[in-house]
């Protein structure tokens, strides 16, 4: 263990207002207590070239000595249905177990349907053995015994059944392949293996007092559930009568609903409710609820290809895609509580947590209160930071180091993260068993959030890049506050509406379509923008109705890409739209802040060249106190340069305004700069920085017809160079005449 002794903690809320409690959940190891104190973030980069990490102490009711409990982490996606004793017929007596499934990975025991009690290992269970051989186990006269039958393929949909006949106490298993041309990872030329096990077994004892499970079994010492199931289950049931080989062959047929009803006892419908996460009961069986985040609207085994719309055909979608590796909410105990106090000034703050020589920093935003906010408004990209969230592409992506073009560098934290698993995955990794992960939520451990922290490859990212405005606004002493993507997805353009001038974040990567009417209604009533990132408004996200702190990306055949979703499995769960690209579905970022994503590279940065619109008079104040020839940016703290890292260009084609202004242009961009994959439709030689016209960022300015204006840097690196020279330089320059004349004007 490299890490004998750490902290780590979570708040139940990202961003809260002034008045409201904050509850701060911590685990650690190592240590007896933990201090914990409240400060306010300004600068987290270490560089040397820099202001430093900064932080402001806060007196506040928080602040204090806690015990350190070591928690463990609930993760792993299962269904639970409460009471497998009132679901189940009487012990002794015979029944029958069915569901289709389509296993994904061999990770070990994978249950299915279970009345097991792991802490006593008793009970009734319907699982597959390691080798994915399905097996039936019953608990017998304080012995279990496992009817265990042949190995079957991931991939591959199964119908699958076992069952005990009190008659002739015997009990048996059935799995037989249900493949059509769409369904499955192979087609139907392939040869697929069925299973079949049968044994004689004692009438079993009284169930133990637990629930039953789908892709789990349960525990009645009160600690995680034990054992998960990778992949999908579909159309889950319970019969009071044992099913033979002639009612097997009849449920494999099954298309939404079971095509045996005699003895029918209980199923559970999962094409009901996809965008919840209820687990709704056929006929008389009890409801239940999905637990830990699995992934809904995915195909079903009687997916045919006829439809690629669950709101339209939920019948075909009645599945649920199961993960060892899910986490929707760790669990931890409440340690502590913040009241804010009601006269705290909006900002970006942080519980600091230091345990045994060991420091963590959980960070939050305090909200401005109504009728008493600034003319400036950060907006904190906070659903990249979600996107974002633990991400593993060091340690987990083989084209990381590719698309990076240097060697990685691994931080702390990192391999803090590859020693705890159950703190869940990013967006931009693969769960175990090669799915994408379409759904992250904050009630967890955000590693990668933090003020240090710095990625293997990226540098500094997300919200220590972030802190680079911060930091700024603080020197140059303009009075701001802070937002979030959440407020402004809640609210709309009430959110916006106070503030004279709206800032973006580096990298406000991805949205959700009232983030985008907001911002298109603020600029559209006279609002001003400066969009200080590059890389933004680029994915389709959706929040959970129920579940608000969870958020929902589905990765579409374009766009660069860590994953793609399966076939048919585009549509987000939590709202039913199409998810991917913004672009895709008609809502390129160009139309709403002038430019769009056209290049990364991470070697190094770049400086821009103005262009001649920058000298026309009615944009030539945005360059007061510039050379005319002065290169722009030819410094900082991401790769030397303004223009670095993620690039943003206009595009008439691509609906930047007509008589937008093209202040000034990156160049010197080396060929690790690429141009991104949905501007490709064939490949070609000559697509990288030192050839292709496109790999560049565009500095721009434009007007709307309701006084509204927009200024974009185009540039995740560009906020990196503002403290350069003690603030004295062309690209802090630049940007404070744009937002000294938005606040005048």
């Given at each position: 263990m490299r890490f004998p002794t750490w902290v780590l903690g979570y708040s139940d809320e990202f961003s809260v207002a002034p008045g409201e409690r904050l509850a701060f959940h911590v685990s650690g190891h190592g240590a007896d207590t933990v201090e914990a104190k409240l400060v306010r973030l300004i600068h987290g980069d270490t560089h040397p070239g820099g202001p430093g990490f900064r932080e402001i102490e806060v007196d506040s009711d928080v602040d204090g000595v806690y015990p350190l409990v070591d928690q463990p982490a609930q993760h792993g996606s299962h269904a639970r249905v409460p009471g497998a004793g009132a679901i189940m017929p009487a012990a002794g007596s015979s029944f029958g177990l069915f569901a289709f499934v389509q296993p994904t990975a061999d990770l070990g025991v994978a249950p299915v349907i279970s009345a097991w009690d792991a802490a006593i290992d008793a009970g009734v269970a319907l699982v597959l053995e390691p080798g994915l051989r399905p097996a039936l186990w019953l608990t017998a006269a304080g012995t279990t015994h496992r009817i265990e039958a042949e190995r079957l393929r991931a991939g591959i949909w199964y119908a699958l059944s076992a069952g005990w006949d009190a008659g002739s106490g015997r009990a048996r298993v059935d799995a037989t392949p249900v493949v059509n041309p769409y369904n499955s990872q192979v087609g139907r030329l392939v040869a697929a293996p069925s299973a079949h096990a049968a044994g004689a077994v004692p009438p079993w004892g009284p169930l133990p007092t637990v629930d039953l499970l789908l892709g789990a079994v349960d525990a009645s010492d009160g600690r995680v559930v034990r054992g998960t199931f990778n992949g999908k289950i579909s159309?889950?049931?319970?019969?009071?009568?044992?099913?033979?080989?002639?009612?097997?062959?009849?449920?494999?047929?099954?298309?939404?609903?079971?095509?045996?009803?005699?003895?029918?006892?209980?199923?559970?419908?999962?094409?009901?409710?996809?965008?919840?996460?209820?687990?709704?009961?056929?006929?008389?069986?009890?409801?239940?609820?999905?637990?830990?985040?699995?992934?809904?609207?995915?195909?079903?085994?009687?997916?045919?290809?006829?439809?690629?719309?669950?709101?339209?055909?939920?019948?075909?979608?009645?599945?649920?895609?199961?993960?060892?590796?899910?986490?929707?909410?760790?669990?931890?105990?409440?340690?502590?509580?913040?009241?804010?106090?009601?006269?705290?000034?909006?900002?970006?703050?942080?519980?600091?947590?230091?345990?045994?020589?060991?420091?963590?920093?959980?960070?939050?935003?305090?909200?401005?209160?109504?009728g008493r906010e600034s003319d400036i408004a950060l907006v904190l990209p906070s659903a990249s930071y979600l996107a974002y969230a633990n991400e593993h592409l060091a340690t987990g992506s083989a084209v990381a180091q590719a698309v990076c073009g240097h060697t990685l560098t691994l931080q702390p934290l990192d391999l803090l993260l590859m020693e705890h698993p159950e703190f869940g995955r990013s967006t931009y990794d693969l769960h175990v068993d090669g799915s994408g992960v379409a759904l992250t939520s904050r009630r967890r451990p955000i590693l990668n959030m933090r003020p240090r922290h710095r990625f293997s490859y990226l540098g500094t990212w997300q919200l220590p890049a972030d802190l680079y405005i911060v930091d700024w606004l603080e020197h140059m002493g303009y009075g701001y506050?802070?937002?979030?993507?959440?407020?402004?997805?809640?609210?709309?353009?009430?959110?916006?509406?106070?503030?004279?001038?709206?800032?973006?974040?580096?990298?406000?990567?991805?949205?959700?379509?009232?983030?985008?009417?907001?911002?298109?209604?603020?600029?559209?009533?006279?609002?001003?923008?400066?969009?200080?990132?590059?890389?933004?408004?680029?994915?389709v996200v959706s929040f959970h109705a129920?579940?608000?702190?969870?958020?929902?990306?589905?990765?579409?055949?374009?766009?660069?890409?860590?994953?793609?979703?399966?076939?048919?499995?585009?549509?987000?769960s939590t709202t039913g739209e199409k998810g991917g690209l913004w672009r895709n579905r008609g809502r390129a970022p160009q139309k709403l802040v002038g430019t769009g994503f056209t290049a990364e590279g991470f070697n190094a940065s770049s400086p821009y060249r103005r262009m001649p619109d920058s000298r026309d008079d009615r944009v030539s104040w945005i360059f007061d106190g510039v050379g005319a020839d002065e290169l722009i940016g030819d410094f900082g703290l991401v790769g030397g340069g303004a223009a670095g890292q993620e690039l943003d260009r206009a595009d008439l084609g691509l609906g930047t305004p007509p008589g937008t202004y093209l202040l000034a242009s990156s160049e010197r961009h080396d060929d690790s700069y690429l141009l991104v994959v949905e501007d490709i439709a064939f490949m070609y030689r000559g697509l990288g920085g030192t050839e292709h016209r496109d790999v560049r960022a565009d500095l721009t300015y434009y007007e709307s017809p309701g006084g509204g204006a927009v200024f974009s840097t185009s540039s995740i690196a560009w906020s990196g160079s503002l403290s350069h020279n003690d603030y004295d330089n062309n690209v802090s320059r630049v940007t404070a005449n744009v937002l000294n004349r938005f606040l005048s004007s």
């Open positions: 159309l889950p049931a319970v019969y009071d009568r044992a099913l033979d080989e002639h009612d097997h062959e009849r449920l494999a047929a099954s298309a939404s609903t079971p095509s045996v009803t005699e003895g029918l006892r209980a199923w559970w419908d999962l094409s009901e409710g996809i965008e919840t996460t209820a687990v709704v009961g056929g006929g008389n069986a009890p409801p239940g609820r999905l637990v830990n985040l699995p992934v809904r609207a995915v195909t079903a085994h009687n997916w045919d290809g006829s439809s690629y719309n669950w709101r339209h055909t939920p019948e075909l979608y009645g599945a649920v895609h199961f993960h060892a590796d899910d986490v929707e909410d760790t669990g931890w105990a409440e340690t502590c509580a913040l009241t804010v106090p009601p006269d705290l000034r909006s900002g970006l703050y942080a519980l600091r947590l230091r345990a045994g020589g060991y420091e963590d920093h959980v960070p939050f935003a305090v909200r401005a209160v109504p506050d802070v937002l979030t993507d959440e407020e402004v997805h809640k609210h709309g353009h009430d959110a916006l509406r106070p503030y004279r001038v709206v800032l973006t974040g580096t990298h406000p990567e991805y949205a959700s379509e009232p983030m985008l009417d907001a911002y298109e209604d603020y600029i559209g009533r006279g609002g001003r923008v400066m969009y200080l990132g590059a890389n933004g408004f680029y994915w129920e579940l608000p702190y969870v958020m929902e990306v589905r990765k579409g055949e374009a766009g660069s890409r860590a994953w793609q979703a399966a076939p048919g499995e585009t549509l987000h």
